[in-house]
């Protein structure tokens, strides 16, 4: 356990493994980023449940181990409602040590002038401001959770930090579950029937011949051998799927920065059921089959034919 008093900024980290369940408490100011906090959680493989009361923590705790034992990261995030939140969070953190379960309090703090700022860009009121001014909110709000900070694992000070920033620190204390694979979902499409709205590439196949002109592939589609073989036979099919993973180890490089985890990938041809098949196919093997240096996969993949089957 560190001290409480540390402050992790985005050069730090800190954190353990345990065995068993564990509960990560995480606590802070309205406006600090326990939203944010809450979201990279969930995204690295945590339980999360938000704004539960002290007093139905347990019951919540017991409700999700009897709904799903293979559950073993919990994540509560606790709000401030008065002064007896520090107290009753220190009774439950007892508790559950008791009964053999790992705790951890993680708390989000910001400036005054921050929090303010921040509530003005939103126009939202604070929550426990009542009928006075924001300040005087923030300023209750710090009462209340006084002894809540004084006894956290860990402080971040997240005034200066962007939404990305407290992702990649998050991350660094409480690491992901499994891996740091990406998640690409590539699929194919025809544009006849409109755009994917979910996409973040969009690839036109258009420019390779169309099997549908060969009277014994017509009635095939990009996943049978024989279009598969037409269509990546074709001048520049293969010089197209090479530049295109490119372009999508650069983009999945800036995702992984930026905190993205998932992408979509569509390809289109005119009905989606040859060019546009056989190529997703071909570029979600290829991805399969990329690893980092550990050895370990890249990316997690599924590949789609959205429009594969219509008339």
């Not at 509960?23 to 600090?32: I, K, N, P, R, T």
């Not at 938000?50 to 347990?58: A, F």
């Not at 269509?231 to 983009?251: C, K, S, T």
Request: proline fraction near 4%.
């Amino acid at each position: 356990m560190t001290d409480p008093t540390d402050t992790v900024r985005p050069d730090g980290s800190a954190g353990d493994a345990r065995p068993g369940l564990t509960v990560l408490f995480v606590a802070g100011m309205s406006g600090a980023g326990r939203s944010t906090a809450a979201n990279v959680l969930e995204d690295d493989g945590w339980y999360v449940a938000d704004n539960v009361p002290p007093t139905l923590i347990s019951t919540m705790i017991d409700m999700v181990r009897e709904s799903d034992p293979a559950i073993s990261r919990l994540a509560m995030v606790i709000r401030a409602s008065d002064e007896t939140v520090g107290s009753q969070l220190d009774e439950l953190r007892e508790s559950l040590a008791a009964s053999g379960a790992a705790t951890k309090l993680l708390f989000l703090d910001a400036s005054d002038q921050v929090l303010v700022r921040r509530f003005e860009q939103v126009r939202r009121r604070h929550p426990l401001q009542g009928g006075e001014t924001l300040i005087d909110g923030i300023a209750r709000e710090r009462v209340f959770l006084a002894p809540v900070k004084n006894s956290a694992d860990l402080v971040v000070e997240t005034s200066a930090l962007t939404a990305a920033k407290l992702r990649e620190v998050v991350e660094g204390v409480y690491p992901h579950e499994a891996d740091n694979r990406l998640s690409v979902a590539v699929q194919s499409f025809g544009f006849k029937y409109g755009l994917p709205i979910d996409s973040d590439l969009v690839a036109d196949v258009r420019f390779l011949p169309n099997p549908y002109w060969v009277a014994e592939l017509r009635e095939q589609n990009g996943r049978d051998d024989e279009v598969r073989e037409y269509v990546l036979g074709q001048p520049d099919a293969g010089r197209f799927v090479d530049l295109y993973l490119e372009l999508i180890g650069v983009v999945s490089t800036g995702y992984r920065r930026e905190g993205k985890r998932y992408m979509t990938i569509s390809i289109g041809c005119t009905g989606g059921k040859h060019r546009s098949v056989a190529v997703s196919e071909e570029i979600g093997a290829r991805l399969r089959r990329i690893t980092d240096d550990t050895g370990a996969r890249s990316f997690d993949v599924r590949v789609i034919h959205r429009d594969l089957g219509r008339e």
